[in-house]
């Protein structure tokens, strides 16, 4: 299983970005994929997931500003960052979970792609 996010940037405050997490050797009809970032010195912190079966979650801080999507035909999974802040500049990643629950927790997620760095300018 590999991971790769990618689509990060520099960006302004209020602006919008539009990260990809392609993915291999595994069939998203088995899998949930999750969004994560940490930034500089803070632990990794989950950000929305969608599940094998098409259902999407997201957390207090980023619901109604990030959405999560997937490409099943491209094994590729979205997230699309509108009114974006300084607070959200970090290292975001992506992951594949095959527990039972979809779940949002760091912990709880088995493949784990290379980060993309976000920096938003204010």
């Known amino acids: 299983v590999q991971l790769q996010a990618y689509g990060g940037g520099l960006v302004q405050a209020g602006g919008s970005l539009r990260l990809s997490c392609a993915a291999s050797?595994?069939?998203?009809?088995?899998?949930?994929i999750g969004w994560f970032r940490q930034a500089p010195g803070k632990e990794r912190e989950g950000l929305s997931c969608i599940t094998n079966d098409g259902k999407t979650y997201y957390t207090h801080d980023v619901k109604g500003r990030f959405t999560i999507s997937s490409d099943n035909a491209k094994n590729t999974v979205y997230l699309q960052m509108n009114s974006l802040e300084p607070e959200d500049t970090a290292v975001y990643y992506c992951a594949a979970s095959t527990g039972r629950i979809a779940t949002i927790l760091v912990e709880m997620y088995d493949y784990w792609g290379q980060g993309t760095l976000v920096t938003v300018s204010s």
């Open positions: 050797g595994l069939a998203f009809d088995r899998y949930h």
